[in-house]
């Protein structure tokens, strides 16, 4: 069984910074397209940011410049930097794997809420 374990989100005020961090097993992580989706409530599940072994990476428009998604190799964790934060950003977040070429993520995180309010 494949466990993606993930860490960090909260409350934050709009304008603030939160990370996210997902721990995976070296197998998956060297793989693997690592990926963090959030799901607000009423909505569907989206992709916010994806990164592949390589390091090249893929944001959701509505993201772009503000968040940026790493990996750390050291340690087989795929990271989430979320900045200059918007109430529309409140969501659960999901950590995810997806083979390479597969049409959707075979593996997923806990989830996470992220709530941006004043």
């Known amino acids: 069984q494949v466990q993606l374990v993930q860490s960090g989100g909260g409350l934050v005020q709009p304008g603030g910074s939160l990370s996210l961090s997902c721990a995976a097993p070296?197998?998956?992580?060297?793989?693997?397209?690592m990926g963090w989706y959030r799901q607000a409530p009423g909505k569907e599940r989206e992709l916010v940011a994806s990164?592949?072994?390589?390091?090249?990476?893929n944001y959701a428009d509505s993201v772009e410049g503000r968040f940026t998604i790493s990996r750390d190799v050291a340690k087989n964790t795929v990271n989430l930097q979320m900045n200059n934060l918007k109430p529309e950003d409140t969501a659960v977040y999901y950590c995810?794997?997806?083979?390479?070429?597969?049409?959707?993520?075979?593996?997923w995180g806990q989830g996470t809420q992220v709530t941006v309010s004043a």
């Open positions: 995810s794997a997806r083979r390479l070429g597969g049409p959707r993520p075979d593996y």
């Open positions: 990164i592949i072994r390589g390091g090249n990476t």
């Open positions: 070296g197998s998956v992580f060297s793989t693997y397209v």
